[in-house]
């Protein structure tokens, strides 16, 4: 079984029939919380308080009926971190765009321009 056999039937069947030899509950807890922001919020506040008093069995029931039963399984997006490195590019492009007073686009394609202008010279 993968995991998303256990959140597919968690969201549609809501059997909880599924072996729990492969359930790993902090991974189905943690797609599952990116379902919805009330999703998320219910499982901090009920599931993960109680994470170590649960057995697979008593966690995989337990998060089934947290979730509304659904017709089709739906489509759960991976919400992947910023890195740092960009995070602070972006907030360095919108400091110097200000201080600038043009926008960040305008910005970008200045720092291109630029850029492709020393390659030129560079070459030449």
């Known amino acids: 079984m993968t995991i998303f056999d256990y959140l597919a039937d968690i969201q549609v069947t809501k059997y909880c029939s599924l072996p ?5 509950g902090y991974m189905v807890a ?7 922001p009330k999703v998320a919020n219910l499982i901090n506040e009920t599931v993960n ?16 009926t947290l979730v509304t039963k659904s ?8 919400i992947k971190k910023v890195s740092e490195k960009k995070e602070k590019e972006n907030i360095n492009y919108v ?5 600038l007073q043009i926008s ?12 492709n202008n020393h390659k030129i010279k560079d070459n030449v």
Do not use: G, M
Not at 49 to 64: C, E, F, G, M, R
Not at 71 to 78: G, L, Q, W
């Open 20 to 24: 729990v030899e492969d359930y790993n």
């Open 30 to 36: 943690r797609w599952l919380s990116f379902y919805s």
């Open 49 to 64: 308080v109680h994470n170590t008093a649960l057995d697979k069995q008593h966690h995989y029931k337990w998060i089934s």
């Open 71 to 78: 017709s089709v399984s739906k489509r759960i997006n991976y």
């Open 95 to 99: 400091t110097l765009a200000h201080n």
């Open 104 to 115: 960040q686009r305008e910005l970008k394609e200045l720092l291109e321009f630029r850029e």
